[in-house]
């Protein structure tokens, strides 16, 4: 059984910058590909940026590309999502997911694609 359990939510002023955490517990994490996914009142579900097994290859949805930055370390079983430059539009609910795969560029955007969802961490961007 896998768990995942994000931190490092909160409030913070546009052009600000924010880390979340995803710590990992079960013995997959470190062969599977992880995703960071977001959710704002009333849309759904989007991607924001994905990371495969080792951390050699990143991706990320145009709207974040060059203020998000996705990483991993797999020695503490953990994926960070850096948030700089933060927007308005920035503000959801920040999920981050483990995906089915070791490394998948074609599905990283696809929900379907992950198997585990950790309980998602607020991110509000005041204007």
């Known amino acids: 059984q896998v768990q995942l359990v994000e931190s490092g939510g909160g409030l913070v002023q546009a052009g600000g910058s924010l880390r979340l955490s995803c710590a990992a517990s079960?013995?997959?994490?470190?062969?599977?590909?992880m995703g960071w996914f977001r959710q704002a009142p009333g849309k759904e579900r989007e991607f924001v940026a994905g990371?495969?097994?080792?951390?050699?290859?990143?991706y990320y949805a145009d709207s974040v590309k060059g203020r998000f930055t996705i990483s991993r370390d797999n020695a503490k079983d953990t994926v960070y999502l850096q948030m700089s430059s933060l927007k308005p539009e920035d503000t959801a609910v920040y999920y981050c997911?483990?995906?089915?795969?070791?490394?998948?560029?074609?599905?990283?955007?696809?929900?379907?694609?992950?198997?585990?969802w950790g309980q998602g961490t607020q991110v509000t961007v005041s204007s």
């Open positions: 990371i495969n097994w080792n951390g050699g290859s990143t």
């Open positions: 079960g013995r997959t994490f470190r062969s599977r590909a």
């Open positions: 997911a483990q995906h089915t795969a070791s490394n998948s560029r074609h599905t990283y955007y696809l929900p379907q694609e992950y198997d585990y």
